[in-house]
T-cell receptor, first 113, second 116 residues
C-alpha cells in the first residue's frame, strides 16, 4: 500500500517556467490537499478538493492552479514560477469524518532561481 | 490573528523523561478538531493524535496524550518516556467547523531534541 505518492521529489526551475506536481493516493480518500511549507511558517493550505472534479482555494492560492480529474489524483500547477514559490510542497488526502487525519506524501522540494 | 500558537521554538528533554509541547488555539466556532503531527529530519509528516472539541476525555495514543483544556484554549502534547527517535519537529493544527474534510491551520512548530 503506497499511500500518498508525490512526483517529483526535487525540482529546480528558472523564473517564468511552468511545471506540474503530481499527487496520487491509493486509499480511495474523498478529499485531497496541497500545502506548502516554508521555514518558520508551518504548513499553509494552497488548494484542496472535496471530490473528483471539484477544487477550492485555500489560504495561499495565488500563482497556483489545480485539477482533480480522477479521484486518486490531484495535480498542482505553476504557470509562471517565481522565486517566492521556492518551498517544500506536500500533498495530503483524507477520508470523510471529523477526526480523520491527513495522510501526507513525502514532499517535493522546489527551488525557483 | 494567529489561530494556532506554538510558543516554544525548541525544547530539550533527556531520554526516558516526559515532555510537554504547548499549543494554544483561537476560534469562535464551538465545533473544531485539534491534531498533532511529527516531522522527523527525513521530512515526512506523521499523524500522532486527534482531539475533538466535544470529546469528553483527553485523547491518548500510546506514549502520546493530549492535555485538552477547553476553557484555556490549549491542547498541549505530552510525550511520556521520551526516546531518541522522538527528536523531530512537532506541529499542532486545527480544523474549524463540522466539515468532513480537514482544512487544517498549522502552528509554526516546536523542535524537540531528546538527549541520551
Amino acid at each position: 500500500n503506497a499511500g500518498v505518492t508525490q512526483t517529483p521529489k526535487f525540482r529546480v526551475l528558472k523564473t517564468g517556467q511552468s511545471m506540474t506536481l503530481l499527487c496520487a493516493q491509493d486509499m480511495n480518500h474523498e478529499y485531497m490537499y496541497w500545502y506548502r511549507q516554508d521555514p518558520g511558517m508551518g504548513l499553509r493550505l494552497i488548494h484542496y478538493s472535496v471530490g473528483e472534479g471539484t477544487t477550492a482555494k485555500g489560504e495561499v492560492p495565488d500563482g497556483y492552479n489545480v485539477s482533480r480529474l480522477k479521484k486518486q489524483n490531484f495535480l498542482l500547477g505553476l504557470e509562471s514560477a517565481a522565486p517566492s514559490q521556492t518551498s517544500v510542497y506536500f500533498c495530503a488526502s483524507s477520508r470523510r469524518g471529523g477526526g480523520s487525519p491527513l495522510h501526507f506524501g513525502n514532499g517535493t522540494r522546489l527551488t525557483v532561481t | 490573528a494567529q489561530k494556532i500558537t506554538q510558543t516554544q521554538p525548541g525544547m530539550f528533554v533527556q531520554e526516558k523523561e516526559a515532555v510537554t509541547l504547548d499549543c494554544t488555539y483561537d476560534t469562535s466556532d464551538p465545533s473544531y478538531g485539534l491534531f498533532w503531527y511529527k516531522q522527523p529530519s527525513s521530512g515526512e509528516m506523521i499523524f500522532l493524535i486527534y482531539q475533538g472539541s466535544y470529546d469528553q476525555q483527553n485523547a491518548t495514543e500510546g506514549r502520546y496524550s493530549l492535555n485538552f483544556q477547553k476553557a484555556r484554549k490549549s491542547a498541549n502534547l505530552v510525550i511520556s518516556a521520551s526516546q531518541l527517535g522522538d527528536s523531530a519537529m512537532y506541529f499542532c493544527a486545527m480544523r474549524e467547523g463540522r466539515t468532513g474534510f480537514q482544512k487544517l491551520v498549522f502552528g509554526t512548530g516546536t523542535r524537540l531534541l531528546v538527549s541520551p
